[in-house]
Structure formats: structure tokens, C-alpha cells
């Protein structure tokens, strides 16, 4: 199976602060790639497709870029509802794999 | 609009059985994969397996084969998560997602969770 290593495991930060969030792979994935949003009690929720693709419906702030074997999430001015776990998720093989998950706390 | 609707948390003693399910609706069910996805007590996730609803083509990941099932009723818009034989260790959240095109398609969409507790 693909390893996916996520970091970092947690960060504080505040409103307004550019977060930039890291998945890497064990091997080459392509771009098959996304990362979602998950905050208690929901559904987790798509951010970017693709790598780097935006999400119908998920602000302008979140972006992905990466390919092959390293990729980031980037919000780059965090909101208060922007306060969740993020993790990254490739698709290249099978089984999908996933990264261990960021939680963003409030600082 | 596009929703996985899962069946509500279960309490279960080791050794019983269980099946959960989820409910897919905002679109046409059997053209679709549905993936399921164990999140153990402060673990990360994990793929168990995926079911072609339309002509049910299943797949397991090596670690769950054997272990759970897999299934899916077009005719309901359901698809199924079932063990014969419950351990503690199956405690986790569990998630249905709807994956796109084949076994390495994207994820777009996921059910908001079942936990199943078990425990003597």
C-alpha cells in the first residue's frame, strides 16, 4: 500500500494566519489526490480534487498544489469555520490511502 | 443534492452480529462505487473495500477481507457494512463514501458516520 505521511499531526493558529498543511507519498501518486475538510459531527467534505482543482462551492482561500509525491494544502487567510481536521487521501492504487490528518485549533 | 445518509450509532457485545447501511440519494445510485472507511478511537482512516452497486463487483482491502461484507441493494439505494461476529477491537466510526468511475476513482462524497461500539 501507498504511504501517506501527513503533517503537521496539529497546529494553532489564528484568524487571518496562512496555514499550509503537507502530505507526501510513499511513491509516485500522479495527481490523484485530494484533501478534505472534517469537523465534528460532520460529513467530511472535498476541498480540492486533482491535487490542485477547487471544490464547487469551497471558498477561494483553500488551494492545492503538488504532484508525484509531495503536495500541499494551502489556506491562505484561516476563518473561524475553517477550525477542523484536514486530511489528504490518494486514489493512484488500491486501497486509497489516507494521510493521518491535521487538526487546525484556535491559538 | 448529493447525500450519503447512514443508519444511527450501534452498542453491540463481542461476538454479535451487525449490519449498518448506507442510504444514497441526489443521484443515480447504481453507477457508482461505494467505499467504506474505518476510523478507529484516535486513529486515522482506512479503506476496507468498495461495491460496484449496479452489478455488485466487490473488493476488499487485504486487511478487512474476510472480516466484514460488503453488499448493496439498487433497488433501495443502499449499500451494506456487515460482520458475523463482532470484537472490541471493531470499535470505530464508520464511514460510506461515494467513489467515482473504478476502485482508484475519486471520493467525492461521504455519509456522516456510524459508531459502533463494542464491549463486553
Known amino acids: 500500500d501507498i504511504q501517506m505521511t501527513q503533517s503537521p499531526s496539529s497546529l494553532s493558529a489564528s484568524v487571518g494566519d496562512r496555514v499550509t498543511i503537507t502530505c507526501r507519498a510513499s511513491q509516485g501518486i500522479t495527481n490523484d489526490l485530494a484533501w478534505y475538510q472534517h469537523q465534528p459531527g460532520k460529513a467530511p467534505r472535498r476541498l480540492i480534487f486533482?491535487?490542485?482543482n477547487l471544490q464547487s462551492g469551497v471558498p477561494s482561500r483553500f488551494s492545492g498544489r503538488g504532484s508525484e509525491t509531495e503536495f500541499t494544502l494551502i489556506i491562505s487567510s484561516l476563518q473561524p469555520d475553517d477550525f477542523a481536521i484536514y486530511f489528504c487521501?490518494?486514489?493512484?492504487?488500491?486501497?486509497?490511502?489516507f494521510g493521518g490528518g491535521t487538526k487546525v485549533e484556535i491559538k | 443534492e448529493v447525500r450519503l445518509v447512514q443508519s444511527g450509532a450501534e452498542v453491540k457485545k463481542p461476538g454479535e452480529s451487525l449490519k449498518i447501511s448506507c442510504l444514497g440519494s441526489?443521484?443515480?445510485?447504481?453507477?457508482?462505487?461505494i467505499g467504506w472507511v474505518r476510523q478507529m478511537p484516535g486513529k486515522g482512516m482506512e479503506w476496507m473495500g468498495v461495491?460496484?452497486?449496479?452489478?455488485?463487483?466487490?473488493r476488499y482491502s487485504p486487511s478487512f477481507q474476510g472480516q466484514v461484507t460488503i453488499s448493496a441493494d439498487k433497488s433501495i439505494s443502499t449499500a451494506y457494512l456487515q460482520w458475523s461476529s463482532l470484537k472490541a477491537s471493531d470499535t470505530g466510526i464508520y464511514y460510506c463514501?461515494?467513489?467515482?468511475?473504478?476502485?482508484?476513482?475519486?471520493?467525492?462524497?461521504w455519509g456522516q458516520g456510524t459508531l459502533v461500539s463494542v464491549s463486553s
Open positions: 441526489g443521484y443515480n445510485f447504481p453507477i457508482y462505487w
Open positions: 486533482r491535487a490542485s
Open positions: 463514501v461515494r467513489q467515482v468511475g473504478a476502485t482508484t476513482g475519486a471520493v467525492d462524497f
Open positions: 487521501l490518494q486514489h493512484y492504487t488500491f486501497p486509497p490511502t
Open positions: 461495491i460496484y452497486v449496479g452489478d455488485s463487483d466487490t
